[in-house]
Every structure is written in structure tokens, then in C-alpha cells.
């Protein structure tokens, strides 16, 4: 049999240590930077005087074949830079792990029932 790094194995109750960190979402680094470099590219292509033959819509999707990448590239780098110094201020806890264990069968105890509410009358 192959090991399984001990996923397997039977857990004990015995407190773990566990690593605690917050880790930035990768995925809104990557849209962010989508949106960034389509506003870029919108902006630059706007400061130049478009060519008559092509237009500016044609030239602004074709300058966004190249801006839109290079946004989500950068953000994308950012968004790894800010995980690794995520890790740098993690934390070391003990945890333990605690099993829920859900009833099957009604509750028989008049108290637990729900009761309607009752109102002062003022």
C-alpha cells in the first residue's frame, strides 16, 4: 500500500498544533488586476489621437489583448508577495478536534418544546 501521509489513520483526541494566518484571496488580486489594466489600457489609448483607417474601438480591444494580461500578471505578483509575508507573521496554536454527533430521534422533553410567545398587555 502506498502512504497516504496518515489521512487514514485514526485520529486521536489529543490537542494538535496548527498554523494561523490570514492568506490574501489570489482570485480578487486577479480580477482587480484585470479591471486596473482594461482602465489602463482604456486611458492610454484614449491620450493618443486614434488612426482614421482602424478606429478607436478596434485599437482600444486590441491594446487590451496586451494591457488586460499584463494587469492580472502584476496583481498576480503582488497577490504572492503579500502571501509570503503572510506566512512570515503566522502563528503556532493548539487545537483539538471535537466530533458533533447528531440525533436521530425526537426530543421528549416538554421544555425543549417550542412555545408560542407571550405578550405583556400594556
Same mark, same amino acid.
Given at each position: 500500500m502506498r502512504d497516504n501521509?496518515?489521512?487514514s489513520e485514526p485520529q486521536t483526541d489529543a490537542p494538535r498544533e496548527a498554523s494561523i494566518r490570514r492568506a490574501p484571496r489570489l482570485g480578487v488580486f486577479l480580477v482587480v488586476g484585470a479591471v486596473v489594466g482594461l482602465l489602463g489600457t482604456l486611458?492610454?489609448?484614449?491620450?493618443?489621437?486614434?488612426?482614421?483607417?482602424?478606429?478607436?474601438?478596434a485599437s482600444f480591444a486590441y491594446f487590451c489583448l496586451y494591457g488586460v494580461p499584463a494587469g492580472v500578471a502584476i496583481f498576480a505578483v503582488l497577490g504572492l508577495v503579500l502571501d509570503r509575508a503572510s506566512r512570515?507573521?503566522?502563528?503556532?496554536?493548539?487545537?483539538?478536534?471535537?466530533?458533533?454527533? +447528531?440525533?436521530? +430521534?425526537?426530543? +421528549?422533553?416538554?421544555?425543549?418544546e417550542a412555545r408560542p410567545l407571550e405578550r405583556d398587555a400594556d
Open positions: 501521509g496518515g489521512v486611458i492610454l489609448t484614449s491620450l493618443f489621437r486614434p488612426d482614421p483607417n482602424v478606429g478607436f474601438a512570515k507573521r503566522s502563528r503556532t496554536v493548539l487545537v483539538e478536534h471535537q466530533r458533533v454527533v +447528531e440525533r436521530t +430521534e425526537p426530543v +421528549e422533553d416538554p421544555e425543549l
